[in-house]
């Protein structure tokens, strides 16, 4: 048994290289109260994130468009090696009861990732949380700091960090997104 998930573990640790692992499962944050997709949706840039192997450009920003059955539009960008680069997926409401802990997919063949909107304003900044749980071993985070300018107000980054630390969510490696020459490709 022991083999069994040193294996396992040898064959999914490389997936997650550039995320932030941290052993156990995935943590319950608490996620915005009465939250509205519609009010949410909208473009949103990016602000500082917990490293991803997914996004690794500048300028990243994503826009969320509603659509009629309620589901989710999501077309995320971002300028790499001088190039934009776009991807667009789809996102759910995962409980109805909750509606800030939506899922979303690039793929269709991929399932759902988490995509919890922790706290938001909806005109200024939202912090957002993903975890994904291994086995129950482990988990992968990540973590985003949006806001709806290229350069939010003073204060954005430390209220999000106040929302992470609140939730118990360890935002140590967080670095900035450059948003500065995004009219340049």
């Not at 608490?30 to 994130?49: L, M, N, V």
């Not at 500048?58 to 999501?74: G, H, L, Q």
């Not at 399932?111 to 304003?121: G, M, R």
């Amino acid at each position: 048994m022991t083999g069994s998930i040193a294996l396992v573990l040898l064959v999914l640790l490389p997936l997650v290289r550039g995320q932030v692992p941290h052993w156990g499962p995935c943590p319950e944050p608490i996620t915005q109260a009465d939250f509205s997709i519609k009010q949410f949706a909208g473009r949103w840039y990016e602000i500082a994130k917990l490293p991803a192997q997914f996004e690794k450009g500048r300028c990243i920003e994503t826009n969320f468009t509603v659509k009629a059955d309620n589901s989710v539009r999501v077309v995320s960008s971002e300028i790499l090696r001088g190039e934009l680069r776009k991807i667009e997926g789809f996102g759910i409401t995962e409980d109805p009861r909750n509606p800030a802990k939506l899922g979303i997919t690039f793929s269709y063949v991929l399932p759902y990732t988490p995509y919890w909107i922790l706290s938001t304003d909806y005109v200024n900044a939202a912090v957002v949380y993903s975890c994904t749980d291994i086995l129950r071993l482990f988990h992968v985070e990540f973590a985003w700091v949006l806001s709806r300018v290229r350069a939010p107000p003073a204060g954005t980054l430390e209220k999000a960090d106040e929302v992470f630390a609140k939730n118990s969510i360890d935002v140590a490696q967080m670095i900035a997104t450059r948003q500065q020459g995004c009219d340049k490709a």
